[in-house]
T-cell receptor, first 115, second 113 residues
Framework: AQTVTQSQPEMSVQEAETVTLSCTYDTSESDYYLFWYKQPPSRQMILVIR????KQQNATENRFSVNFQKAAKSFSLKISDSQLGDAAMYFC????????????WGAGTKLIIKP | DTEVTQTPKHLVMGMTNKKSLKCEQHMGHRAMYWYKQKAKKPPELMFV???????INESVPSRFSPECPNSSLLNLHLHALQPEDSALYLC????????????FGPGTRLLVL
């Protein structure tokens, strides 16, 4: 069975600095998708970035980028120029490309932004 | 537009009440999902509808009853809930059940007294 691990329950960063959130996963499949979702105190689960496993190029969305290491099964999220609005729970998630609907979630990392 | 809306935002109900949660999307998505989320935990999948038919029921107690009246709407009917059912209920949709990206609504915060 696939698993997703986020080893950092909480991280803090100074405003305007860069922070990296880690995510590792375990799977025997070769084709899958990986996601980072953000859930601020407003509760809405917002898609931050997604990565297709067959793509070697790391996904980027403005200040958010990933470091996807397929062999190491690692999928870290880098947030550059951190802003107060980035404060949230960040969840890493995995989805098989073959089987189904099911998102496999990490436990989440709470990101605190210090002004 | 990647908007999924949910009503109400908050709901307080007694264990004998009947209430409903509503979810709506106008993105033309054909798969819709209900999740339950406890504080500081990831969401747990409850139900999946695909093309207005219930495809997945993750062994959810019968006091939760989903309904999909049309391709844009998803309801969750609640009856005889327990205090441990208090949680954030999230709705999500995706273009198709087999396609990868789910878009979430803001959730309904439910408190069962």
């Amino acid at each position: 069975a696939q698993t997703v691990t986020q080893s950092q329950p909480e991280m803090s960063v100074q405003e305007a600095e860069t922070v990296t959130l880690s995510c590792t996963y375990d799977t025997s499949e070769s084709d899958y998708y990986l996601f980072w979702y953000k859930q601020p105190p407003s509760r809405q689960m917002i898609l931050v970035i997604r990565q297709e496993a067959y793509k070697q190029q790391n996904a980027t969305e403005n200040r958010f980028s990933v470091n996807f290491q397929k062999a190491a099964k690692s999928f870290s999220l880098k947030i550059s120029d951190s802003q107060l609005g980035d404060a949230a729970m960040y969840f890493c998630a995995y989805r098989s490309a073959k089987s189904n609907y099911q998102l496999i979630w990490g436990a989440g990392t709470k990101l605190i932004i210090k002004p | 537009d990647t908007e999924v809306t949910q009503t109400p935002k908050h709901l307080v109900m007694g264990m004998t009440n009947k209430k409903s949660l509503k979810c709506e999307q106008h993105m033309g998505h054909r798969a819709m999902y209900w999740y339950k989320q406890k504080a500081k935990k990831p969401p747990e999948l409850m139900f999946v509808y695909s093309y207005e038919k219930l495809s997945i029921n993750e062994s959810v107690p019968s006091r939760f009853s989903p309904e999909c009246p049309n391709s844009s709407l998803l309801n969750l009917h609640l009856h005889a809930l327990q205090p441990e059912d208090s949680a954030l209920y999230l709705c999500a949709s995706s273009q198709d059940m087999l396609l990868e990206t789910q878009y979430f609504g803001p959730g309904t915060r439910l408190l069962v007294l």
